[in-house]
């Protein structure tokens, strides 16, 4: 099992930018694909991007790509999720996850993740 922790979250206007961070502890980062799900009000969780153990490998929902990027820092065991030009659709809380995997894999299917931090809220006003 892993921990997890995120910050980051917050209010911004539409077109701002937030970055998110994810601090795990627990075994050894490289060990798992880390993603990033959210969820909206009165919706379901929906997938928004993923690393593979390594970094070497990506993969993001269509609403995320050219505006969302994920990173990790293995040295560091954080993951974080870059989000540019975001828009009030953009409002949800923010999870962020765990999912052992060989290190180039990249898990995008929730029921792979068996981690989750508590989340955190991102706001963006129009």
């Known amino acids: 099992q892993v921990q997890l922790v995120e910050s980051g979250g917050g209010s911004v206007q539409a077109g701002g930018s937030l970055r998110l961070s994810c601090a795990a502890s627990?075994?050894?980062?490289?060990?798992?694909?880390m993603g990033w799900f959210r969820q909206a009000p009165g919706k379901e969780r929906e997938f928004v991007a993923s690393i593979s153990g390594r970094g070497g490998n990506t993969a993001y929902a269509a609403f995320a790509k050219g505006r969302f990027t994920i990173a990790r820092d293995n040295a560091q065991n954080t993951v974080y999720l870059q989000m540019n030009s975001l828009k009030p659709e953009d409002t949800a809380v923010y999870y962020c996850a765990a999912a052992p995997a060989p290190t180039t894999a990249v898990a995008i299917r929730e029921y792979q993740f068996g981690s989750w931090g508590q989340g955190t809220q991102v706001t963006v006003s129009s």
């Open positions: 627990g075994r050894t980062a490289s060990s798992y694909s």
